[in-house]
């Protein structure tokens, strides 16, 4: 065990963030935090950091462990080039190497002491220097630069002049050299492109440390993790396994737990019934089981109610105007700036209807093109044309606009004033705004909250063509489930850039890859489009090797069919007759049993005004006597065998 949470809680006043968080991280294991954003995953980070302190629970590291941290948002500042920043995390091999040089200049003017004295200082030098692995450290600061989308005109860039973006992928890449044994990485595919998240993700799998990643990115996840730390209102659950069998382990876990509560509440209101009818019999014996039997039950333990599943709406949306078949046709489009080339010879059709994922590096020009789409940005060449009836909705992740003075409500009210009150909540309920959540103002939206509410407005407006720039960016998972199903269940026409790739698996029915030579078509997923690229490159594999001497082809012989697998359903179907069977009969038993404790207790109450009656005849009323005794016995018998009935 490398890394130990037991029972951490935070809390910010009466806000309660963590309550109880309990997990262990083995050496060179990978792990991920889930949770729907707010729900704490980076106060968590902050504490195993040592940037905030926990207000109760322990955490422990292994006592060598070195710990690095990955935050979402990075200031580095300085002259420094990029190229600089990273080798600083090597400035002990820099110096050793320049102390080696030092010595082989000194070698010639020194007598043969001080010669044999710099010899023993170099060997050992040397030898430090080459098991630390100094003769490689430049090709690992290229590798990593490369892998995180650096070109290697950007290495001389200084830290002042970077993006936020690049300063975090500078930073990653510097955490990633450095090797600390226990890396905590928030959102570390922020600001990366598909294939800089594909390095990434080879990296992390080939990492000799530990691995504690928060992300959104499930694709990500399912490829890099073992495991998934869920932490969902305040506690933490451990699941084995990546994303994907963490949603249908949940799943399941959920319905258990439902199982569980149920038979638990179903149990303690046999017991009260048991105990009811037992009081109800009004004898001491009875009355004392009763008694015994309450005792019990009071200290039955509870199931706690499970938290319910995340209620997911689901909203058919329909654009109020249906364009023509053809959408939008773009021929011979390219766009350079200066000697900076982005794209030519661009050609694409999109018809009604069509799903499009538009993928491609950073840099390619993605959202040059859709600016182009948009005429806030004229082709060098070519040429594009909308087709009949298509109105363009534009959604723009850093250019929301949105009414800070407004709430959620009326910021949807009074760009739809024709819409009702309970069409405006059914419309918010499918973008996760629920109850009062929908008097929110705009202004204390989070990122994630306020792209929600720009996606719900074009999506209820008169557009039936959706041009999305990254529209999962800043949505947690359960978000991005959200629009995933409201872009599935649209009527018109959606062509968005992503990187996410579990997103363009979920919803893409064509992916366009924008190259620097124009564009290739894939007609299906993301899944559909690696498929693809793995054929291609295997063909072009081929055609470049020398062709071996093929031998004439022979057909394969037949295989046999298989037997078709017996049908269960009759056999299923006579084991349900069977339980149904079995719990008619113990029903029945009960009722008879029941039947003869009233029937008796007639009699006995029928026994007792006899011997009322005849109390001047000693005889008689004796006899009634002990006929009444035999039937309480009985009864007793009854009753334990009714107790019996009910336990089975």
């Known amino acids: 065990m490398i890394l130990s949470c037991k029972n951490i809680e935070k809390a910010y006043g009466i806000d309660v963030i963590l309550r109880n968080i309990t997990f262990t991280l083995e050496e060179k294991e990978k792990a991920a935090i889930v949770g729907v954003n707010g729900a704490g995953k980076t106060t968590l980070f902050r504490i195993l950091c040592g940037e905030i302190s926990a207000d109760g629970g322990d955490f422990s590291k292994r006592k060598d462990a070195t710990l690095g941290y990955l935050a979402q948002n990075i200031n580095l500042s300085g002259n420094r080039t990029i190229y600089a920043e990273l080798e600083s995390v090597f400035a002990d091999l820099i110096a050793a190497e320049a102390r080696l040089r030092e010595i082989e200049n ?23 220097f080459e098991e630390r692995g100094g003769y490689g450290y430049q090709s690992r600061i290229k590798g990593v630069l490369n892998g995180l989308g650096f070109t290697e005109e950007e290495y001389a860039k200084e830290l002042s002049v970077l993006s936020g973006g690049q300063k975090t992928r500078v930073y990653l890449a510097k955490l990633l050299l450095t090797a600390p044994d226990i890396l905590l990485l928030d959102e570390p595919t922020n600001h990366l492109d598909i294939a800089a998240i594909e390095w990434l993700e080879d990296f992390l799998r080939g990492y000799s440390g530990t691995v504690l990643i928060i992300s959104h990115d499930r694709y990500f996840l399912d490829r890099t993790v073992s495991k998934i730390i869920e932490i969902e209102h305040g506690k933490s659950t451990v699941f084995q396994g990546n994303y994907t069998s963490y949603t249908e382990r949940k799943e399941i876990h959920r319905q258990i737990a439902q199982k569980a509560y149920e038979a638990n509440q179903k149990e303690i209101a046999r017991q009260e ?90 840099g390619v020009g993605k959202s040059t093109l859709f600016k182009i789409l948009l005429k806030e940005v004229e082709p060098d060449r070519g040429s594009f044309r909308f087709g009949i009836n298509v109105h363009v909705g534009y959604y723009d992740q850093e ?227 002990e006929e009444k005794q035999a039937l309480e016995e009985k009864l007793e018998g009854l009753m334990e065998a009714w107790e019996l009935a009910q336990e089975e």
């Not at 000194?106 to 430090?128: H, I, N, P």
């Not at 199931?303 to 709406?313: G, H, L, T, Y």
């Not at 359960?478 to 363009?504: M, P, Q, W």
């Open 399 to 625: 250019q929301q606009k949105l009414d800070e003075d407004k709430t959620i409500f009326q910021e949807i009210a009074d760009t739809y004033p024709n819409l009702t009150s309970g069409q405006i909540r059914n419309v918010l309920a499918a973008f996760v705004f629920t109850g009062d959540d929908v008097f929110k103002s705009i202004s204390s939206l989070s990122g994630g909250e306020r792209g929600r509410v720009a996606l719900a407005k074009i999506m209820l407006s008169n557009s039936n063509l959706l041009m999305l720039d990254e529209p999962t960016n800043h949505l947690d998972m359960f978000s991005k489930e959200v629009l995933e199903d409201a872009i599935n269940c649209y009527d018109g026409t959606v062509f968005y850039i992503s990187h996410d790739r579990y997103f363009i698996n979920r919803t893409a029915e064509k992916i366009l890859e924008l190259t620097p030579d124009g564009a290739q078509v894939y007609l299906g997923n993301y899944d559909y489009y690696l498929e693809k690229k793995a054929e291609q490159a295997a063909l072009a594999a081929q055609a470049a090797a020398p062709l071996p001497f093929e031998k004439p082809s022979q057909k394969p012989k037949a295989q046999p069919k298989a037997a078709a697998p017996i049908s269960d359903t009759k056999a299923d179907w006579l084991k349900q007759k069977e339980i149904q069977a079995a719990e008619r009969k113990k029903a029945a038993k009960i009722a008879k049993i029941e039947k003869e404790i009233e029937e008796i207790e007639q009699t006995i109450a029928q026994k007792d005004e006899e011997m009322a009656a005849s109390s001047a005849d000693y005889a008689k009323a004796q006899t009634l006597f």
């Open 106 to 128: 000194e070698m010639g003017s020194l007598s043969a002491e001080e010669l044999t004295v710099r010899m023993a200082e170099y060997d050992a030098l040397q030898t430090k």
């Open 273 to 362: 019934e048991v105990i009811r009818t037992l009081r109800s019999f009004n004898r001491e014996k009875s009355i004392k089981r009763a008694e015994s039997r309450q005792k019990a039950l009071d200290k039955m333990e509870r199931v706690e109610r499970p938290d319910a599943a995340p209620e997911k709406m689901r909203l058919h949306l329909s654009p109020q105007v249906m364009s023509g078949y053809d959408v939008l046709h773009g021929e011979g489009l390219s766009k350079s700036y200066g000697e900076r080339h982005l794209f030519s010879n661009l050609e694409f059709d999109i018809k009604r209807g069509e799903k499009v994922a538009l993928i491609g590096p950073n």
